[in-house]
């Protein structure tokens, strides 16, 4: 493993560790598909198995880290045929959510929806990819939850995050993607929500997902399009 951790001493242990790692995953020091060996984290961060633990479970939460079969913890790595079927399924389940929040949104959810829609606007404009990326799933967290499904919201997070994280990977610090263009494909679903059209927010989704899938396909097919400015 490249990366070295300095030692960690105080009682906001399995936060800390989480950070650390989640930045070195986004500023490249950990790479994708690299493994995550829990003693030999342990060990950098001079603490036990079980703050390590935890720090991964709150990254593999986040999308960040993917626990395989036999136990071992890998950084997310999303091939095309992954994001192929993760796309597929968003295209069933979030029309679904959308639907629902158009049906169903009462004037308190929508003002939240906006705030959330001007914080991820603000990301943009200060070019905060993480922020942004965090901003970003936590404004579809909230379309999907006025459904009232939790079981939908649990099939979505579970489907989704892993491609946010993927995505928070491949752009930080690359300077190939338009953060305020990728926000202001959010507006026609936000305003086919607050008008109580269903059919305009499929819709709207359909397009959005459309732009988003050919922006992923891209960095994802021809990688060094996407490489940092400074290289």
Same mark, same amino acid.
């Given at each position: 493993?490249?990366?070295?951790?300095?030692?960690?001493?105080?009682?906001?242990?399995?936060?800390?560790?989480?950070?650390? !790692?989640?930045?070195?995953?986004?500023?490249?020091?950990?790479?994708?598909?690299?493994?995550?060996?829990?003693?030999?984290?342990?060990?950098?961060?001079?603490?036990?198995?079980?703050?390590?633990?935890e720090?991964?479970?709150?990254?593999?939460?986040?999308?960040?880290?993917?626990?395989?079969?036999?136990?071992?913890?890998?950084?997310?790595?999303?091939?095309?045929?992954?994001?192929?079927?993760?796309?597929?399924?968003?295209?069933? !389940?979030?029309?679904?959510?959308?639907?629902?929040?158009?049906?169903?949104?009462?004037?308190?959810?929508?003002?939240?929806?906006?705030? $959330?829609?001007?914080?991820? !606007?603000?990301?943009?404009?200060?070019?905060?990819?993480?922020?942004?990326?965090?901003?970003?799933?936590?404004?579809?967290?909230a $379309?999907?939850?006025?459904?009232?499904?939790?079981?939908?919201?649990?099939?979505?997070?579970?489907?989704?995050?892993?491609?946010?994280?993927?995505s928070?990977?491949?752009?930080?610090?690359?300077?190939?993607?338009?953060? !305020?263009?990728?926000?202001?494909?959010?507006?026609?679903?936000?305003?086919?929500?607050?008008?109580?059209?269903?059919?305009?927010?499929?819709?709207?989704?359909?397009?959005?997902?459309?732009?988003?899938?050919?922006?992923?396909?891209?960095?994802?097919?021809?990688?060094?399009?996407?490489?940092?400015?400074?290289?």
């Amino acid at each position: 493993m490249g990366a070295i951790f300095d030692q960690l001493t105080n009682t906001t242990l399995r936060g800390r560790i989480a950070e650390k !790692l989640r930045d070195a995953i986004l500023n490249g020091s950990l790479k994708e598909g690299e493994r995550l060996v829990e003693r030999r984290l342990a060990a950098q961060f001079a603490t036990s198995l079980t703050a390590v633990r935890e720090a991964l479970i709150e990254l593999e939460s986040e999308g960040f880290v993917i626990k395989r079969p036999n136990a071992a913890t890998y950084v997310t790595k999303l091939s095309l045929e992954a994001a192929e079927h993760v796309f597929a399924v968003r295209r069933i !389940l979030e029309a679904y959510a959308v639907s629902e929040a158009a049906s169903l949104a009462n004037p308190e959810q929508i003002r939240n929806l906006q705030r $959330i829609y001007l914080d991820l !606007l603000e990301a943009a404009r200060s070019g905060d990819t993480q922020r942004f990326i965090v901003t970003d799933f936590s404004l579809h967290e909230a $379309i999907w939850r006025i459904s009232g499904n939790d079981y939908l919201v649990a099939a979505l997070r579970r489907v989704v995050l892993p491609l946010f994280a993927a995505s928070a990977i491949r752009i930080a610090s690359r300077c190939a993607f338009d953060l !305020l263009e990728d926000a202001q494909l959010h507006l026609p679903l936000l305003d086919a929500i607050r008008a109580g059209d269903p059919e305009r927010a499929r819709t709207a989704l359909f397009t959005a997902i459309n732009e988003w899938f050919n922006e992923i396909r891209a960095i994802l097919s021809d990688p060094a399009r996407h490489e940092n400015c400074q290289n």
